[in-house]
């Protein structure tokens, strides 16, 4: 099966877009010109080579633009030469797109999340807020009376709710009233925020390697095993 590769594929889209490799715009002969070169752009990774490169991937990339940069840019640089598996360019497009697609969320967490599966990083936090409002209010009264009469015509009058006894000879009044009024009012607020960081080297080694892993998948779904 003779199918294209990604070079020719820049090649021709670099041509579209008037760049020649061999003669300037004067009919110079530039093919020895290193300034001229598509291989030149290709490394430099430019704005064509970058446009084109999104457009094999449909304008999908990953959440974060560095990391969608770099990806890209190991994607090109290792399947440059390698022969498409499909006979046509958009058969292969869509080919990229569906595994691409079905890889992106673990893409991104290789490239956003590593740091933290690499040093174990742990985040706790947690917030405690009590609110306390209690309030006391309590009265009380205690009388204590006596009184006695020494001669029958004396006339004692003893009641509880009068302070007053008239004509006894002993008169003796104790009273006791008594407010009690408490409130208490308070908010304790507490918030604890913790970071465990671990660097272990074996941690390192199990992360070789994964960027790897990735493209092979592209390599398997997406180029000719045979050369």
């Known amino acids: 099966m003779v199918t294209t590769t990604i070079y020719n594929i820049i090649q021709s889209e670099l041509i579209k877009r008037g760049y020649n ?3 300037d715009e004067n009919d110079n002969l530039v093919f020895f010109d290193e300034d001229h070169q598509f291989m030149t752009k290709i490394f430099s990774f430019d704005d064509d080579i970058s446009e084109i490169v999104n457009d094999l ?4 990339g990953l959440e974060d633009k560095e990391y969608d940069l770099h990806f890209k840019k190991n994607f090109l640089y290792r399947f440059i030469n390698r022969k498409i598996n499909k006979q046509t360019i958009e058969s292969f497009k869509f080919e990229l797109l569906s595994t691409f697609l079905m890889n992106q969320d673990y893409i991104n967490r ?4 590593l740091d933290m599966y690499l040093t174990q990083k742990q985040i706790n936090e947690s917030e405690n807020k009590q609110t306390n409002n209690q309030k006391v209010d309590g009265s009380s009264i205690t009388d204590n009376r006596s009184a006695f009469a020494d001669l029958p015509q004396s006339t004692v009058n003893l009641d509880v709710n009068d302070t007053n006894m008239k004509y006894p000879s002993d008169n003796t009044i104790t009273r006791n009233k008594q407010i009690n009024k408490n409130e208490t009012d308070g908010v304790n607020t507490g918030e604890n925020t913790g970071k465990n960081i671990t660097y272990q080297l074996d941690e390192l080694f199990k992360t070789n390697g994964l960027l790897e892993n990735i493209y ?3 390599d398997v779904k997406c180029f000719l095993q045979v050369w």
Request: charged share 15%; aromatic share 22%; net charge negative.
């Open 57 to 60: 991937f449909n304008g999908m």
């Open 216 to 218: 092979n998948i592209f």
């Open 21 to 23: 490799e061999i003669v």
């Open 110 to 113: 290789v490239y956003t999340d």
